[in-house]
């Protein structure tokens, strides 16, 4: 069977457990995944708490011969420091050469996010970081993005009401005095 062109995307969901490089003020996380000879770079997130979250997808489009070829991800957790460079904290090595197989074979193939153990420069495990991962088969990265479904717009109903400039026209003051006027006029006639 010959395969055509596909596309592994992976869905870079949370870290928990992590080691911290630096415990002076907050830790800001970012992830650089590896793919073949493609690096693609997380979002800088903060951790609030023990868990780091980032809820971002990544697509690599691969051509027919690289299907066959690529079979790992490799995602290094970085902390970002503002005075020197970058920390690494840990990284975790995906195979998916067998979910890219098997996706050829069925042309859809997606793994619910999954925690997967974060290994640290002295080769101790120490966090999770959750993935998941899904491959579509004879698919080009174009057709995908046409078929994307376009985001939500607001009702047509609250448009006009999300266009007035309320701080151009003083509409609370001019209301504020109308009744003010009013319940004092009421007042002084009885």
């Known amino acids: 069977m010959e395969m055509k062109e596909g596309i592994l995307e992976l869905l870079l969901v949370s870290a928990e457990g992590l080691k911290h490089a630096h415990h ?20 800088i997130t ?5 868990k780091v979250w980032w809820n971002e997808k990544f697509r690599f489009p691969l051509a027919p011969d690289e299907c066959e070829e690529l079979g790992k991800v490799t995602l290094r957790i970085m902390e970002r420091d503002k005075f020197s460079d970058d920390s690494q904290v840990g990284e975790t090595k995906v195979h998916v050469g067998d979910i890219i197989r098997e996706g050829a074979k069925r042309e859809f193939l997606q793994m619910k996010p999954a925690p997967y153990n974060i290994v640290l420069k002295d080769g101790k495990y120490k966090g999770e970081l959750k993935l998941g991962v899904k491959f579509l088969s004879n698919v080009s990265l174009e057709h995908l993005e046409q078929c994307a479904v ?17 701080p151009a026209i003083p509409w609370r003051r001019f209301f504020f005095f109308c009744t003010r006027s009013d319940s004092e006029g009421s007042r002084r006639n009885s």
């Open 46 to 50: 903060q951790g609030k708490g023990k």
């Open 150 to 166: 376009p985001p939500r717009q607001t009702s047509v109903a609250y448009r006009p009401f999300l266009n007035i400039k309320l």
């Open 24 to 43: 002076l003020g907050t830790q800001r996380h970012y992830v650089t995944i590896q793919f073949g000879d493609r690096i693609l770079t997380s979002k």
